[in-house]
């Protein structure tokens, strides 16, 4: 199957900076879509940001002009850069992939999710 290893995470004042990275591995034909979520504690779980792979991206209105997403396809990652944090901005951030994979004679599309990396903005 397909694995995303996530880091970067961590606690950060508010005002500074962090970036996430995730990584993907298994049996990758082609990664469709890579993107980032969040789920602070209570609430469900909601878009940041995502971009396919010729590069388009879609931003939550919260973090734009803050965050910025962008991926390497040759190391099929993708990173999460953010500016500006905020304390509403604390939360698990999950990796999430929309993957090709072969199957036998088959192209398959699945939806991978990374086991997520806590981000606390706090002073």
């Known amino acids: 199957q397909v694995q995303l290893v996530e880091s970067g995470g961590g606690l950060v004042q508010p005002g500074g900076s962090l970036t996430l990275s995730c990584a993907a591995s298994?049996?990758?034909?082609?990664?469709?879509?890579m993107g980032w979520y969040r789920q602070a504690p209570g609430k469900q779980r909601d878009l940041v940001a995502h971009?396919?792979?010729?590069?388009?991206?879609n931003y939550a209105d919260s973090v734009k002009g803050r965050f910025t997403i962008s991926r390497d396809n040759a190391k099929n990652t993708v990173y999460l850069q953010m500016n500006s944090l905020k304390p509403e901005d604390t939360a698990v951030y999950y990796c999430?992939?929309?993957?090709?994979?072969?199957?036998?004679?088959?192209?398959?599309?699945?939806?991978?999710w990374g086991q997520g990396t806590q981000v606390t903005v706090s002073s």
């Open positions: 999430n992939a929309v993957v090709e994979v072969v199957r036998g004679v088959e192209l398959l599309e699945i939806e991978s």
């Open positions: 298994g049996s990758i034909f082609s990664i469709n879509v």
């Open positions: 971009i396919l792979s010729g590069g388009s991206t």
